[in-house]
């Protein structure tokens, strides 16, 4: 990168920020600067550099312990570029640049021990003043700087100074730094030396190398490995996942044992609790970052400003002010809201989370954990062991967005703390429903539907759905109704149509029918829809039961049949053709939609695509016969209505054929005819 094309002006603002790090980096010579809110009394101390020089503190600097460096040769894996990096170390000083946790300074012991029986290594304080530094005249072999606090202090004289020294005792020198964007280029043009990017290696070789080099038995590994349940190996070593938790992993292998059994599940579930327990304990004494943890748990995998959002929220929530208040500011960078809001890579790196492409458009960033599982772990040890927070994470999921994964994440979360609370969470669960936010029906109805079948809290959510079905508020009885949604439970079909005939009960006289009845219909059509054949006849045998009914449920069952009849033309033809029982319900509910004024339309609509579909197709047409016949013998006006209008419309409107020899049937002019 030429000078010209360094970042300039805002950009080169935000390059000093992501640089900063865990601690601010300010630019001021001699200069007085106060990075944040000072109170109490104040003094400006004023140090004036030495002539000749400035006044350096303490060096420190150390061996690399020979065990850890055999260690890290056994086990190492070469990322990519490796063999570039070796030829850039020709040079004598390089800069490794990559994202902490991955694996950089494995990367880097392995290139200045690379070739060496016995190498001799030391590690350098970051801190070190370089102009003042130098390496030994002979017996160390390569030189390792973590990190250094400001690259920009890093200067080109002073390194070039190093360079005879170093090749006549034969060593290099690496320095590594955390990468952030635009730093590459900006050190190239500064320092004038090869910078070499990081990327880490393959997580499962890693995964592999550590395994095999922790077990005397490479057989029982390559067993194990083999033993493992489709995607189990996925889960528990996931695309993108450091090498440091796949090294992590190994561990946990090896640890509980791989001759004895041990399953792939058992280990994700170890490492998840392990890693939960570490993350739950690093955000414990700050509000910022659980709120950020809580959010990646609920929300992960949704886009960042989803998480971002409702971390903001919950922060919200948790005190009038907080998310603006210095004091809660975290130790690790979070120096400003608006820079924890964007939940930078030092966040994450404390959350064990990651962003990545979203998978539909890949533009937009999601936010999740780098091990999926961890989620669950977290959310079982703080609703389990922090209970305190139990009220406000009803309050907080009652308000959650109204995208449908938004809904579903806050419903079986809530349902979640239940389980992990033994089911006293549930206590919260009414005021949760009827909290003003709109989502706050349908989280309630995730929850209840997640937990009916759940052995420890099944029963508790039964009795509420039942005294909810019958209740005068009316979000409690869409509570019900979203409950019972096939997509969102584990409501049976028995009882979904019990529960929700129950409620039809309270609809007749209520200013709020219309909400619940629009929501009922849904559901009923839905699970219609995703039903096998069994199913399909329940609700249709449940339906011509309510039409014997007066009020709400007759109207509602007009209202759903016709849109089930579009549902799938070729099941209707099937069972109208091959089930007595069920071709006499389709006859019933038929002329009960065509006899509703409000539903006429829906239903002609329905019964007219069902006659361009049997054109030509000999099944389809023999069973709208049958259905015409079933109409007229039922002598319905709604049937009637439908008839004439056929015969008054166009010649080019479809079942014209079929409802002229109707219609004559009807009028009692000849018999019906089923021929062509």
């Known amino acids: 990168m030429k000078a010209s094309e360094l970042p300039q002006g805002g950009d080169l603002d935000a390059l000093v920020a992501a640089l900063a790090g865990r601690e601010m980096v300010v630019v001021a010579p001699h200069g007085t600067v106060n990075t944040g809110l000072v109170t109490g009394g104040q003094r400006h101390t004023a140090s004036h550099p030495a002539e000749g020089g400035t006044a350096a503190g303490p060096m420190r600097q150390g061996p690399v312990r020979a065990k850890h460096l055999e260690t890290a040769r056994r086990r190492f894996v070469p990322p990519p570029g490796f063999e570039d990096a070796l030829a850039a170390l020709d040079s004598g000083i390089i800069v490794l640049l990559g994202e902490p946790g991955t694996g950089r300074e494995t990367h880097a012991l392995n290139l200045l021990a690379h070739g060496g029986e016995e190498p001799v290594l030391v590690q350098v304080d970051g801190a070190v003043n370089f102009s003042r530094w130098g390496p030994r005249a002979q017996g160390v072999h390569g030189y390792l700087v973590m990190e250094p606090p400001d690259p920009f202090a890093l200067r080109v004289w002073d390194l070039s100074r190093l360079e005879t020294p170093l090749a006549e005792a034969g060593a290099r020198l690496i320095i590594v730094l955390a990468d952030v964007p635009g730093l590459a280029g900006a050190l190239e043009d500064h320092l004038g030396m090869p910078v070499v990017h990081h990327r880490p290696p393959d997580a499962r070789k890693v995964f592999s190398a550590h395994l095999s080099d922790g077990s005397t038995d ?26 440091r938790y796949a090294a992590r992993a190994a561990e946990a292998v090896l640890q509980l044992g791989v001759a004895g059994g041990v399953t792939g599940a058992e280990v994700l579930r170890h490492v998840a609790r392990a890693e939960a327990a570490e993350i739950v304990a690093r955000a414990q004494t700050e509000p910022a970052l659980r709120a950020d943890l809580l959010a990646v748990t609920v929300y992960g995998g949704l886009p960042r400003s989803v998480v971002t959002e409702r971390a903001g929220e919950l922060l919200r929530l948790a005190g009038p002010g907080r998310e603006q208040d210095p004091d809660i500011r975290s130790s690790h960078g979070d120096a400003a809201a608006g820079t924890r809001r964007r939940l930078g890579p030092e966040i994450l790196r404390l959350l064990g989370a990651h962003r990545a492409p979203c998978a539909a458009d890949g533009t937009t960033d999601t936010v999740s954990f780098l091990w999926p599982a961890v989620g669950e772990a977290v959310w079982e040890a703080l609703c389990r062991d922090h209970t305190d927070l139990v009220p406000l994470l009803h309050s907080w999921l009652a308000g959650t967005g109204p995208e449908a994964e938004q809904v579903e994440r806050a419903g079986r979360a809530v349902a979640a703390m239940a389980v992990a609370t033994g089911g006293r969470s549930l206590e919260h669960l009414r005021d949760l429903a009827l909290s003003p936010s709109l989502p706050a029906s349908q ?28 209740t005068v508020e009316a979000p409690l009885r869409e509570a019900v109704v979203h409950a019972c949604h096939p997509d969102r439970g584990q409501v049976t079909e028995e009882q979904a149509l019990w529960l929700l005939r129950r409620l039809m009960t309270t609809l007749d006289d209520d200013t709020d029918a219309l909400s619940v009845v629009l929501v009922v219909a849904e559901t009923m059509v839905r699970r219609f829809e995703v039903g096998d054949s069994g199913t399909r006849t329940a609700v249709l045998r449940g339906m011509c039961d309510w ?79 049958e259905l015409l016949d079933g109409l007229v013998s039922a002598r319905r006006p709604g049937s009637l209505r439908w008839l004439l209008a056929v015969e008054r419309g166009p010649d080019s409107m479809p079942g014209k054929e079929p409802a002229a020899r109707a219609l004559a049937a009807w009028r009692g002019e000849s018999p019906v005819s089923h021929s062509d």
Not at 560 to 582: H, R, T, Y
């Open 547 to 625: 039409t014997r009914s007066e009020g709400v449920p007759s109207l509602l069952t007009a209202l759903c049949f016709p849109m089930m009849v579009d549902a799938d033309l070729a099941w209707w033809s099937e069972q109208v053709l091959n089930e007595p029982e069920l071709a006499f319900s389709t006859v019933q509910l038929a002329a009960h939609a065509l006899d509703e004024s409000a539903t006429f339309a829906a239903m002609r609509d329905a019964l007219l695509v069902w006659c361009a579909e049997a054109v030509d197709v000999e099944h389809r047409a023999r069973a709208l016969s």
């Open 218 to 243: 490479e057989g029982a590994c390559a067993g194990w490995m083999r033993a493992l349940e489709r995607g189990q190996l996925g889960d528990l070593l996931p695309e993108g996942l450091p090498p």
């Open 443 to 470: 989280v309630a109805g995730w929850c209840l539907g997640t937990l009916v079948q759940d052995p420890a809290t099944g029963q508790v959510a039964t009795e509420l759905l039942e005294q909810w079905s019958v």
